[in-house]
């Protein structure tokens, strides 16, 4: 549970840093670029994947995947503003996929594994699931909209929309996370840290869970 307060501490920081220009870059046309926003979404977004892949019980190697595809999405989207033509519409290419990979991971196999946890984990990852599914396509016609893109969203006012989505996936994740108790219990008996997932030091899979009801 020790996530929550860390997602918290990662936005600050990376706001912080928006605020005193620290990693503060410009695309081709211009446009400031913040590279802290950027390594907040690649450090939780990507975590909070994995640990949606552990509270399904999904296949580590599925899990690990599922981080590629985030960092896929977030960096992606980095290098898109950083990156001249025409390198800018590979990185678009690779926002796209990404994001598509996120989207098919949270709902087939993440979902699929999930039937087999308990009722309290159960709850949580649809929970989680739903959040996420909500935060990507946010993101994504956001993107879509800045002034970079189709430019339907001027400056301040694609960096108002995204610092509100910021916040709300934040609080929305880690609130979840810290009214689950039971659900997180549960979890650390088949991954008692991330490290022991990592390692794959984790206990038995299928022993500690029994199978609910579809």
Same mark, same amino acid.
Request: charged share 10%.
């Given at each position: ?7 918290? !501490? ?39 994947? !994995?640990?949606?892949?552990?509270? !399904? $019980? ?56 999930? !039937? ?13 699931? $739903? ?84």
């Amino acid at each position: 549970m020790l996530f929550a307060p860390a997602a918290m !501490a990662s936005l600050t920081v990376s706001y912080a840093g928006m605020a005193a220009g620290i990693l503060l870059f410009h695309g081709p046309a211009g446009a400031p670029v913040y590279v802290t926003r950027f390594l907040d979404y690649g450090i939780i977004y990507a975590f909070i994947a !994995a640990y949606t892949g552990q509270i !399904a $019980n999904a296949d580590r190697g599925v899990i690990l995947s599922g981080v590629l595809g985030l960092w896929a999405f977030s960096f992606g989207a980095m290098i898109r503003h950083l990156a001249p033509p025409p390198f800018d519409s590979i990185a678009s290419l690779l926002v796209l996929s990404g994001f598509a990979y996120s989207l098919w991971l949270l709902l087939r196999p993440y979902t699929r594994a999930a !039937a087999s946890v308990s009722d309290d984990r159960r709850l949580l990852f649809g929970k989680l699931r $739903n959040v996420q599914l909500i935060m990507l396509i946010t993101y994504l016609l956001v993107a879509l909209t800045t002034r970079q893109a189709l430019g339907l969203l001027g400056a301040f006012t694609g960096i108002y929309v995204s610092a509100y989505l910021d916040l709300f996936s934040h609080v929305a994740l880690t609130g979840l996370i810290l009214r689950s108790e039971p659900a997180i219990r549960s979890l650390t008996g088949t991954h008692p840290s991330p490290l022991t997932f990592l390692t794959g030091s984790e206990t038995d899979r299928h022993t500690a869970e029994t199978p609910a009801d579809d």
